[in-house]
């Protein structure tokens, strides 16, 4: 048994209902929209053609010709959140129809004004995120059955046909495989509020096996997307308006603002799952990857970005398990550490596979009808890193947060 806390109500405990995230399905949106309002069926006409009409060339005219819709019909937060899915999806097609070497500088304004309007009510940028891309885009064929990728389909598409729809699938995968260490997260905090070390343990060890399985789940990635696809095809849909070569003033919303606007291109670093274990876990970045980091918070939905800071705000980890003495528990700590490490190894594989490797063979080859892959953008990731040598900082400054006893 262990003893009750003396001091209970000094601190209020952490729950994942306060932050809006659930139990089930984590940081993902759970049970998406798929339809909106009727009101707004000019939009939802031209999403579901998106595929088609980029590759044909013809999404530019169609938007131009789009009538302006006021988000004002949109009642409900799935409502708003299906919204800033489908006006991003059309952003993102409408900047890149061309490639790279012609991009559109200009959002019209029958397009800019909902965006930035809807983008304002969520508190999310006028740009497409992570929060859109994975965890709005996910349904189930069978309600019934499992979360698994032959039972899921995307919403909204763009060029890259099942490479990119396999692309979406494995990160909502990966997010669904992140729910026991966030449910282990917020336990943990709470066993060190109520000092309670066996609770703390347990959940250190769900932590830990969660972990390992967001590597397993990436792994799927091999299986469903292909390199040369993602690299000449998918890429440059998800890049932005922020250090990109291909756009170096920005983007002009029109009718929003005169000013070229900059924003960052999708990226992993959006997801808050490894922002809150960091912060649980007490590792340290170095200043430009932690600058990078936290300028990507700003592209999560804010109660996700506050579940983040809430964390750090929390009780020391580390501290406590120093001061402790309990060595099972510096030694689980240490397990959760390594596992970390390896998945952040693993995603450098990954990113080498299907950026580094890739970008000889992608260069200067082009599918007939199709923007081409994105030199500008070679040794980037999408949110406009650095990638490799980004990911190798964030991995080894995990791994130099191994515990020792003497610490």
């Not at 609770?199 to 091999?222: E, K, N, V, W, Y």
């Amino acid at each position: 048994m262990e003893p009750p806390s003396q001091n209970l109500k000094t601190t209020p405990l952490l729950s994942l209902r306060r932050f809006h995230i659930s139990e089930d399905y984590g940081f993902l949106l759970p049970n998406p929209l798929k339809e909106l309002p009727d009101q707004f069926r000019p939009w939802m006409e031209i999403a579901n053609e998106l595929p088609h009409l980029i590759e044909s060339r013809q999404l530019q005219a169609r938007v131009n010709k789009m009538p302006l819709l006021s988000c004002q019909g949109l009642k409900s937060y799935r409502e708003q959140r299906l919204a800033h899915l489908v006006l991003s999806f059309i952003t993102m097609g409408y900047v890149w129809q061309e490639g790279q070497t012609q991009p559109k500088e200009v959002l019209p304004r029958n397009l800019a004004l909902p965006f930035v309007e809807v983008s304002r009510n969520l508190g999310l940028p006028p740009i497409l995120a992570h929060a859109d891309l994975v965890l709005t885009n996910w349904t189930t064929r069978n309600p019934e059955r499992s979360l698994e990728i032959r039972n899921l389909d995307i919403i909204v598409s763009l060029p890259g046909g099942e490479s990119l729809r396999g692309f979406i699938l494995v990160t909502v995968l990966v997010e669904k495989a992140a729910v026991p260490g966030i449910m282990a997260l917020v336990q943990a905090v709470n066993a060190i509020l109520q000092h309670r070390d066996n609770s703390l343990l347990r959940a250190l060890q769900q932590l830990r096996l969660s972990i390992q399985d967001i590597t397993r789940t990436l792994g799927q990635m091999h299986n469903y997307v292909d390199p040369d696809i993602f690299y000449a095809v998918i890429r440059i849909f998800l890049s932005g308006w922020k250090d990109n070569p291909a756009m170096p003033v920005g983007l002009t919303y029109e009718g929003v603002s005169t000013e070229p606007l900059k924003y960052s291109g999708g990226s992993a670093a959006q997801s808050t799952v490894l922002h809150a274990f960091d912060e649980f876990l007490g590792i340290c970045h170095s200043k430009e990857s932690a600058d990078f980091l936290h300028r990507m918070r700003e592209y999560m939905p804010p109660s996700h970005k506050a579940f983040i800071e809430e964390i750090h705000s929390a009780p020391s980890l580390r501290d406590h398990i120093l001061s402790s003495g309990n060595d099972q528990l510096l030694t689980t700590y240490n397990k959760c550490v390594e596992a970390l490490v390896e998945l952040r190894s693993y995603h450098i594989t990954v990113v080498t596979k299907y950026l580094i490797t890739v970008a000889t063979k992608a260069k200067g080859r082009k599918p007939n009808h199709l923007p081409g892959p994105s030199q500008a953008l070679e040794e980037r990731g999408t949110g406009g890193t650095v990638v490799l040598s980004f990911l190798k900082s964030v991995r080894d400054k995990t791994l130099e947060a191994i515990l020792h006893q003497s610490d």
